[in-house]
Structures are given as structure tokens and as C-alpha cells.
């Protein structure tokens, strides 16, 4: 009687096991799509992109869109900009957030320890 409750654990613990990998791999799947979306629709011409059903396979046009990006879009501007605010806001927040440490390591307030 001994080895039966021993053999009830083995299976639940796999199952437990089972079930955390395959959610593990559902969600990096939900992470990974929108990349794959991305890269993938990159390679479409804008009439294949509005089709339906949509494509899930590299198209053709990827060169053609490289160059039109450059051609009609400001993108050294845009990603300077962007460059520019992630510099702001990281400066930003690591100044609050040392005086919020200097708050936290100084003055005794209730709840501290």
C-alpha cells in the first residue's frame, strides 16, 4: 500500500510538469507572432498585405520596401527622436528614482522594518 500514493504523486507531479511547459510554449508562441507578423509582412507588396487570407511565408518585395522606406520616410529623423526620448526618459527616472532611494534609505517611517 505504500508504493500506491508514491505512484499517484509521480503522476500528478508530470502532469503538473506537462501542463507548465505547454502553457510555457503557448505564451512564447503569443510573444514570437507579432515579430514573426512583422518581419513577415515586410516582405509583401501593400495589396498582398490586405489580402485575405493573409500570407504566412515570405513574399518578394522586401528590397522594393527597404527602398521606399528610405525614399518617402524620414527614418534617420524618426530614430533620432526616438533615441532622444529613451535618453530623456532613462535620465529622468534614474534621477527620481534616487531620491526616492535616498527617501527609502534615510527617514524612519512606520512599516520600515
Known amino acids: 500500500m505504500k508504493g500506491a ?3 499517484s504523486t509521480i503522476k ?3 502532469r503538473r ?3 507548465l511547459h505547454l502553457s510555457l510554449i503557448i505564451g512564447l508562441l503569443l510573444s514570437v507572432f507579432p ?3 512583422a518581419v513577415i509582412m515586410s516582405t509583401h507588396s501593400s495589396t498582398e498585405i490586405f489580402s485575405y487570407p493573409p500570407k504566412l511565408l ?3 518585395h522586401f528590397l522594393e520596401n527597404v ?3 528610405f525614399d518617402n520616410v524620414d527614418f534617420f529623423g524618426s530614430m533620432f527622436n526616438s533615441l532622444l ?3 530623456s526618459v532613462t535620465v529622468l527616472v534614474l534621477f527620481f528614482d534616487s531620491l526616492a532611494a535616498f527617501v527609502f534609505a534615510k527617514f524612519q ?3 520600515r522594518r
Open 85 to 87: 526620448v529613451a535618453c
Open 35 to 37: 515579430f514573426y507578423w
Open 17 to 19: 510538469g506537462i501542463s
Open 12 to 14: 500528478g507531479s508530470r
Open 109 to 111: 517611517f512606520p512599516g
Open 67 to 69: 527602398r521606399n522606406l
Open 58 to 60: 515570405p513574399g518578394s
Open 5 to 7: 500514493g508514491h505512484t
